[in-house]
């Protein structure tokens, strides 16, 4: 029978005193305290922002950007699916004619509002032009307003690539 | 009273305020910062006042400064306003009050005059401090109980609780103390811990005593309300406990009466069992005796101690970005350790060479004493913070089985095994 018989602690007289499991206890705290003011600290945090975070991986998801074409253009055809995809609405598009004979749409208008975003990636995943992605690698936006937080098409046009 | 004696007391009575309220900011600081440091973080160390961060300490003056000038918020149910007001005044004063028996120096000899060298110039000793932690636990029951808020009363009768149940453990195991030191007044006790035991180990309290050394730094963490006896607070659990509904000063008060109980713990804790203002093997007339030879060391150790000191800032204190004016902060300090050194070398020597007048070396003994008696008051706070951030949290029913069920009848077994002994040997 699968039983498993899972013996039970604290019935010796060690482990009844308490006092040298805590003993033990405070000798790992202090050899942490120690490590930590030696010349080899091990402090796994960061003085963030002046030290930015180093494992960030490749696939993170950060703010959105716009790809291009080879000729420089939007990539967009404002087929509206990734807004048809975004579980939070966040992206709000305004579609217009382009007449440079590259396609035949574009958008005018391209704001995504990073304050409602969650980062699930859905919209990268919509798009058939591979236009939209958020490989920016900005995983810290920091803005004083809230309309500072609404990207327009020409901010998310600007954002690059992250080369590893 | 002449002019020295106005001078000593006023001395006394800022050395007090200097253990017990300065700490507070200092406690603080070591417990963020070495909070940090066990978890292998950093804690907070970026406030700083030009440049001079101090490893944090700025922290504290600047959240001190916040509470006061925050609002003090108070909501419409609570009816009792002035015990809701009361109560922080009574954890605090309390808390402060008791350390003012604490002796950091034996007592003082100027022109033939007698100095206590303690805050209040008193003989009640253990009574008062008995008397007066004791006493902070109604303002918690206080405040609980005036903010008229289901968490806050929990907090206060687990508070009251917790205190009823190791007082009297902590009562006995002081009585058994008292036994053995056959004084309640703590210069006595002091004194009596600069003996030697079979002439080799200094007979501190927690040789002589050592069972009653450990109830009475348990019950003491308990009086403290300090982890793992922190029931009162509970923020795991009952939100705050009893200050859920203080904010601003009043909350404050709580947060700075705590510290100080701490210190005052620690001060007591100290005196009773750690040898009190002693350093070891060198009672008071030991070290009268030799004052020469420990003013030399002292001038030998200090340079090397203030060396290996400033190695670890210029390796350690730096900041992460190039021109920040933080980066100053390492060159002040080591001028600041390099003019301390001067000053305490050249005072120092200057006595060596002019020879040691009978007063001279009365002071110089009580300096080194209040130095002594500061470290290990340091040391003690130390211990309550790294057990807070060692230990977890008791649970209610295992509180209360530790108290009446371990703690009383070791304390009671104690008393009667310290009774016999004294008898015995006094035979
Ligand atoms: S990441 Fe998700 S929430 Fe954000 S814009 Fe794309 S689809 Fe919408
Ligand atoms: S980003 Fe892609 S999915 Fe969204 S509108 Fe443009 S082409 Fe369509």
């Known amino acids: 029978m699968g039983i498993k018989i899972v013996p039970r602690h604290g019935n010796t007289l060690k482990e009844k005193l308490y006092l040298p499991a805590i003993f033990g206890g405070m000798k790992t705290t202090l050899s942490h305290l120690i490590t930590n003011l030696s010349d080899t600290p091990e402090i796994k945090t960061i003085n963030y922002p002046e030290e930015q975070p180093h494992d960030i991986s490749e696939r993170y998801r950060g703010v959105h950007r716009l790809t291009k074409r080879d000729d420089g253009s939007v990539r967009c055809v404002a087929c509206f699916m990734c807004a048809t995809a975004c579980p939070a609405e966040c992206i709000f598009i305004e579609a217009e004619e382009r007449n440079d004979g590259v396609d035949e749409k574009m ?3 391209f704001d995504i509002d990073l304050l409602e975003c969650v980062f699930c990636g859905a919209c990268v995943e919509a798009c058939p032009c591979d236009a939209i992605r958020m490989d920016s690698g900005i995983f810290s936006f920091i803005g004083k307003k809230r309309e500072d937080f609404v990207l327009s098409k020409e901010q998310l046009l600007a954002n690059e690539e992250k080369k590893a | 009273m002449s002019t020295i004696s106005i001078a000593v007391v006023i001395i006394n009575v800022i050395l007090a305020l200097l253990f017990s309220l300065g700490a507070a ?6 417990e963020r910062r070495v909070a940090g440091l066990i978890q292998d973080r950093l804690g907070p160390n970026r406030c ?5 961060r101090l490893g944090g300490l700025i922290q504290s003056f600047a959240d001190m400064l916040k509470l006061v000038f925050k609002e003090d918020f108070k909501a419409k149910a609570i009816q009792e306003s002035f015990f809701f007001s009361l109560a922080p005044v009574i954890v605090f004063a309390s808390a402060f009050l008791s350390f003012m028996v604490m002796p950091f120096a034996d007592d003082l000899i100027i022109n033939g005059e007698r100095f206590i060298m303690q805050g209040l110039p ?13 006493l902070s636990v109604y303002g918690i029951m206080l405040g609980g109980w005036s903010s008229r808020n289901k968490y806050s009363l929990l907090g206060a009768m687990r508070a009251g609780a917790q205190v009823i149940s190791y007082e009297a453990a902590m ?5 058994s103390v008292l036994i053995t030191y056959g004084s309640i007044h703590l210069g006595d006790i002091v004194a009596y811990q600069g003996q030697l035991l079979f002439g080799f180990i200094p007979a501190w309290g927690i040789i002589i005593q050592p069972i009653a050394a450990l109830i009475f730094i348990i019950t003491a963490f308990a009086e403290a309300n300090r982890t793992p006896f922190d029931l009162a607070e509970g923020e795991s659990e009952i939100v705050g406990g009893f200050h859920t509904e203080y904010s601003a000063m009043r909350f404050g008060l709580f947060f700075v009466g705590e510290y100080v109980a701490m210190s005052a713990s620690s001060a007591l804790i100290v005196t009773l069992f750690l040898g009190g203002y002693h350093l070891p093997y060198l009672n008071t007339q030991t070290l009268q005796a030799y004052m020469p030879f420990i003013l030399m060391v002292l001038i030998v150790a200090l340079p090397l101690g203030s060396w290996s000191a400033m190695r670890w800032i210029q390796k350690h204190n730096r900041w992460h970005k190039a021109n920040d004016i933080r980066n100053h902060e ?3 300090l080591q001028k600041g350790l390099i003019g301390l050194n001067v000053l305490v070398i050249a005072g120092v020597g200057a006595l060596l060479v002019l020879g040691l007048s009978e007063t001279s070396t009365n002071v110089a003994t009580a300096v080194i004493q209040i130095a002594t008696f500061a470290l290990k008051l340091l040391f003690m706070n130390f211990v309550f913070v790294w057990v807070r951030w060692t230990l977890p949290r008791f649970r209610y029913d295992q509180l209360q089985t530790l108290g009446w069920k371990v703690l009383m009848p070791l304390a009671i077994a104690n008393i009667f095994i310290s009774a016999i002994i004294v008898v015995a040997r006094g035979l």
């Open chain 1, 107 to 109: 958008p005018k208008r």
């Open chain 2, 25 to 30: 900011p200092i406690l603080v600081w070591i």
């Open chain 2, 48 to 52: 700083h006042i030009n440049g001079i």
């Open chain 2, 122 to 134: 008193m003989d009640l000793g253990v009574l008062w401090f008995l008397a007066l932690a004791g």
């Open chain 2, 171 to 175: 009562g006995l195991s002081v009585v």
């Open chain 2, 330 to 332: 390492s060159a002040f």
